[in-house]
C-alpha cells in the first residue's frame, strides 16, 4: 500500500510560484501514474496535471497548460508540480494520487487508488 504526504502549499501573491511535492512512501512508486487534482470550496475535486511511470508522458488540464510543470524523480519517491504565474483562481487544496502506470485517462479520479491529505494553495490578488 502506497502512502502520499503532500508538501510545499502556503499562501503566494499572484504571479508568483510555489512548488508542491508528494513524497510516497511504500513499495513500487516506479509503477505508478502521478496525477495532481485541486479542489476548492464548494467545488468538485479537478484534475490538474499527471505523469506516468517514466517521467515522459505528462498530461495538463487547460487551467495549468504553460504554467505548471508536473515531474517526478523515481529514486527519491516523490512527484512534484511547480507552479508558476500564479492567479487568484488557483486558490485550493492540491491533492496528489498514484494510479496506474499507464493509464490512459489520466485526469478521471477513478484511475486513481491512493491519495494525500492535500496541501492548501492560497493565492492573494
Known amino acids: 500500500q502506497l502512502q502520499l504526504v503532500e508538501s510545499g502549499g502556503g499562501l503566494v501573491q499572484a504571479g508568483g510560484s510555489l512548488r508542491l511535492s508528494c513524497a510516497a512512501s511504500g513499495p513500487s512508486f516506479s509503477s505508478y501514474a502521478m496525477g495532481w487534482f485541486r479542489q476548492a470550496p464548494g467545488k468538485e475535486r479537478e484534475f490538474v496535471a ?8 505528462t498530461f495538463y488540464a487547460d487551467a495549468a497548460k504553460g504554467r505548471f510543470t508536473v515531474s517526478r524523480d523515481n529514486a527519491k519517491n516523490t512527484a512534484y508540480l511547480q507552479m508558476n504565474s500564479l492567479k487568484p483562481e488557483d486558490t485550493s487544496v492540491y491533492f496528489c494520487a498514484a494510479g496506474a502506470a499507464t493509464t490512459s485517462a489520466p485526469w478521471l479520479l477513478t484511475e486513481y487508488d ?12
Open 50 to 57: 499527471a505523469v506516468r511511470w517514466n517521467n515522459f508522458n
Open 114 to 125: 491512493y491519495w494525500g491529505l492535500g496541501t492548501q494553495v492560497t493565492v492573494s490578488s
